[in-house]
């Protein structure tokens, strides 16, 4: 009997299972390993936290899809592997013996320099940690009546949706006077973004009362402060961590083929570079044909996924996969609004909300949800 091991329950992994309850593999064994049981899915966190959605139309069921996929569901983390021995490593203990692997763990939450003051800090990854923190952060500024000072390290796509949502939810519960500030080391809020875009975002966050503090990083996070790079702090009650995708230590540290940024490098079949053995997909990899982190090519990952590894345990050829080059970026503005962009192109309205709420309900959807 072949085993092969999914780590890790994402955007490319929820697709495998489906595929797998559709059609189930003869003569292999599948396990998933996952810290949860079920997936946050995060393009529609930002509207869980301004009091859009509950938490469980966000949530995919790992222990479902499991089970129609006729998967055997471990609930731990992979902390590394013995890529000689073909073993995971979990965090629970166990030793996982495998055929194939594939990864798709997500990226880790970038850290700071310092951090004295770490019931302070929210990350936003993992995604179940910030879900069990938040509603204890929305309590304090309701304890503080709004007089509250937070601070949202990053100014991508995630930091700057975070910014909108938190705002609209404490604008909603009368505690619009709390003081949001983003900080980011870009010249410029959503780098990468069209021009009209940024310039559009950064006018609604000016109109919301909302700080960006452009050009700067977050070195320190201390019980009433953070300290930039330049060596000035901030006030600041809580920082928010919205720093973007950074690589986890371990696939890196297993010894498979990674990039500089600890990334897991894989050919067009989504192959490890180093290990055939070992596939990849998701924030995780670094793709032969470079592409931003983000949920979107995470997602287009997952059939071509799951069509390589039913070939590979099944002796078949695989087949290369070329990521497109363009993804539509959907960011809500927390009031009913979302701006679009795509490619160079950008708009805006309420109908890019009602959009991407059809997009993201129809992808949960898919997967039983
Ligand atoms: C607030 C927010 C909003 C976002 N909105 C969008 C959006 O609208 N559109 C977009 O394209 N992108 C968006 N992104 C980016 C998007 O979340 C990521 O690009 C996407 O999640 C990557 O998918 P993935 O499958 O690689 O990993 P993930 O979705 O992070 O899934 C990884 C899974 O692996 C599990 N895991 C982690 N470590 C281990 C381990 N060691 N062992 C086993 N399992 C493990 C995790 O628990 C998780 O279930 C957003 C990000 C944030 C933070």
Not at 342 to 365: E, L, V
Request: proline share 5%; hydrophobic share 50%; aromatic share 8%.
């Amino acid at each position: 009997m072949t085993r092969l091991l999914l780590v890790g329950g994402g955007h490319a992994h929820v697709h495998v299972l489906a595929a797998l309850a559709a059609n189930r593999l003869a003569a292999t064994e599948v396990v998933l390993l996952s810290p949860y049981s079920r997936q946050i899915y995060s393009g529609m966190l930002p509207g869980w936290i301004a009091g859009r959605y509950a938490i469980e139309e966000c949530a995919l069921s790992l222990d479902a899809l499991t089970r129609r996929a006729g998967v055997r569901f471990v609930e731990s983390s992979c902390t590394g592997l013995d890529l000689a021995a073909q073993q995971a490593r979990c965090s629970n203990g166990d030793l996982i013996q495998f055929d194939y692997a594939s990864i798709d763990s997500g990226p880790a939450a970038r850290p700071l320099e310092s951090v004295d003051c770490a019931g302070q800090v929210l990350p936003v990854r993992p995604i179940e940690g910030l879900v069990a923190a938040w509603p204890g952060l929305l309590q304090r500024v309701r304890q503080s009546g709004g007089e509250f000072r937070l601070a949202i390290v990053g100014d991508g796509a995630a930091a700057t949706e975070l910014a909108f949502a938190i705002h609209a939810r404490l604008v909603a519960e009368g505690l619009g006077q709390a003081r949001l500030t983003l900080i980011g080391g870009n010249s410029t809020l959503l780098a990468g973004f069209p021009f009209l875009l940024r310039r559009q975002a950064a006018r609604l966050l000016a109109g919301r009362g909302i700080a960006h503090r452009a050009g700067r990083v977050v070195v320190a996070v201390h019980q009433d402060h953070v300290q930039l790079d330049d060596g000035s702090q901030l006030a600041a009650d809580a920082a928010l961590l919205a720093t973007g995708a950074a690589a986890p230590a371990w696939p890196a540290a297993s010894g498979l083929a990674a990039d500089a940024g600890g990334f897991i490098r894989v050919g067009p079949t989504l192959q490890s570079l180093s290990h055939p053995f070992v596939f990849a997909a998701g924030d995780v990899a670094a793709y032969a044909d470079a592409r931003p982190k983000s949920g979107v090519f995470a997602v287009r990952a997952g059939p071509p996924l799951a069509a390589n590894l039913r070939a590979i345990c099944t002796g078949q050829a695989l087949q290369p996969w070329r990521p497109q080059r363009r993804a539509l970026y959907l960011l809500s503005t927390g009031d009913g609004h979302a701006l679009a962009a795509w490619g160079g192109f950008s708009a805006s309205g309420a109908w890019a909300w009602r959009w991407k709420d059809r997009i993201d309900r129809r992808f949960m959807a898919q997967f039983g949800a």
